[in-house]
């Protein structure tokens, strides 16, 4: 037995229905049964379905969201949070305004925008999270911004990454719920899916060499290249697909094969190529 999995959410958990499917979370709970811990890491807040989702996989472990920002029991009981330098989340809200583009700000327990839009407003939706209006110069100052977030089209992409942010760690992912559709995600430099993981096994007691983790983008690369055995799914960008075994896709309940060989064992996983 693996005694934990650590599985991403969108495009790898979560398809284009914008739910976990009936049969993934019959997977899940054979794999509990059978011993294993299961937690999620997402770009996602601790908070509507991503929430949701963390408390039936794995309600006394320990989640990650925000990109590694924010470590937290699904109780609410925080272990780590790491904010955003003021400075760097003051020169994104310029940015933002400058082109009128949509920049999400993201507290432990709040997700804020300055207008609401279309792109905003779909997002919102899909992760069952209200987003509040508010100048977000202001929420910069006065709040501990975890995460900021462009909300972006694929053509908007290059105005928005042509700003050079000091100090922050930058990934950058879509969403099969909301295509054409880009998610850029800016934590502070060090805080990453990656380091999240590392203090959760820390806090797990269990070894990162012994530790499943499951994705499908770029994101998901500092948790991936940290694990024991690194899996992605059918869908994953091609990069990804180079570098370490898939399994099935996001929209035909891949991950429920990653758990199976959680359930086996060691020797069931497939391992990446050296190099």
């Known amino acids: 037995m693996i005694p934990l999995v650590v599985l991403d959410l969108d ?12 049969k993934v979370w019959e997977a899940a709970e054979h794999a509990q049964e059978a011993g294993v811990k299961i937690a999620v890491c997402t770009g996602r807040p601790g908070l509507g379905v991503a929430l949701r989702v963390a408390r039936r996989l794995g309600p006394n472990v320990p989640h990650v969201f925000q990109s590694g ?7 609410g009981e925080t272990l780590m949070a790491s904010s955003l330098r003021e400075e760097a989340a003051l020169k994104l809200v310029q940015h933002a305004r400058a082109l009128g583009l949509v920049l999400e700000l993201y507290t432990p327990n709040n997700l804020y925008v300055e ?3 279309a792109l905003s407003e779909a997002h919102a939706t899909i992760i069952g999270v209200g987003a509040l209006v508010r100048d977000l110069a202001e929420v910069a100052k006065t ?13 908007q992409e290059p105005q928005a990454m042509a700003l050079r942010v000091p ?8 969403s099969p719920a909301q295509p054409g559709t880009l998610f850029v995600s800016f934590t502070r430099r060090g805080t990453s899916k990656g380091s999240a993981v590392a203090a959760l096994c820390k806090h797990l007691r269990v070894p990162v060499e012994k530790v499943m983790a499951v994705g499908d983008s770029a ?9 024991g055995y690194p899996l992605v799914v059918a869908n994953a960008e091609p990069p990804l697909l180079e570098r370490f075994p898939s399994i099935g896709d996001v929209e035909h309940g891949g991950v429920m094969e990653a758990l199976a060989m959680a359930v086996e064992g060691p020797s069931a996983v497939p391992r990446a190529s050296v190099g």
């Open 115 to 117: 207008r609401r839009t």
């Open 219 to 227: 994101g998901d690369l500092p948790m991936l290249e940290l694990v």
């Open 69 to 75: 920002a924010h470590l937290t029991y699904p109780d």
């Open 143 to 155: 709040e501990p911004v975890i995460r900021a977030q462009w909300v972006l089209t694929l053509e």
């Open 11 to 22: 495009g790898t958990v979560i398809g284009a229905s914008g739910q976990v499917a009936s």
């Open 167 to 174: 100090d922050v760690h930058v990934s950058r992912a879509p």
